[in-house]
């Protein structure tokens, strides 16, 4: 499956600005963290079929995409989720 560019840009945006997983649930961060290029693509490439899922339905921007994957953070696969811990763990 091929995700669209807005999917792509979501789940980078979600990256690069407000998620942090901590356990089974994602919580927001109040600053922007840092990550590198790999460590988006990383999270793009294990997280984009939950947000295709869960928060397709979600505008982009503001932080409504990590608002989606937070609101919906136990239903994450396992994959995104431990993808974000070791990301974010840093």
Partial sequence: MIASPTIKSA???V???VVVATGP???????EPKIT???GRAIFNACRTD??????HVT????RIAACMRENGEK?????RN????VFAK
């Avoid at 982009?60 to 932080?63: A, I, L």
């Avoid at 994450?76 to 995104?80: H, N, R, T």
């Fill in 76 to 80: 994450l696969s396992a994959d995104c």
């Fill in 60 to 63: 982009r921007g503001e932080g």
């Fill in 83 to 86: 993808t974000l811990k070791e």
């Fill in 37 to 39: 290029r790999a460590e």
């Fill in 25 to 31: 649930f994602v919580t927001a961060e109040a600053q």
């Fill in 11 to 13: 789940v980078l945006g």
């Fill in 15 to 17: 990256a690069g600005i």
């Fill in 51 to 56: 947000i295709e899922r869960y928060c397709s």
